[in-house]
């Protein structure tokens, strides 16, 4: 039974050193094709676009009117 157990033990320790081997292959691809976590960590923070009056405005007329049709709705449904 102890054989067994230390056969297996051994058979883990061998998956677990060809498993780290394959995450060093995958990380060394990963930073030839650029995509790399250090890479992107280090990439410059995006700028938000800013939206101009009109724009602001449809957009609170849209969500205004939706507002309401969505009261409508529920007014029906309590009536």
């Given amino acids: 039974m102890q054989d067994r157990g230390r056969l297996l033990e051994l058979a883990l ?3 677990q050193a060809e498993r780290a081997k394959i995450d060093d292959e995958i990380a060394e691809l990963r930073n030839q094709i650029g995509g790399g976590r250090s890479e ?3 990439a410059q923070p995006r700028t938000r676009r800013k939206m101009s009056a009109a724009a602001r ?3 609170f ?3 205004k009117r939706r507002q ?3 009261r409508k ?3 029906k ?3």
Avoid: V
Wanted: glycine share 10%; net charge positive; charged share 40%.
């Fill in 13 to 15: 320790k061998g998956l």
């Fill in 40 to 42: 992107m960590n280090s």
């Fill in 57 to 59: 405005k449809k957009r």
């Fill in 61 to 63: 007329e849209a969500i």
């Fill in 68 to 70: 309401a049709e969505g």
């Fill in 73 to 75: 709705l529920a007014a």
């Fill in 77 to 79: 449904k309590k009536a």
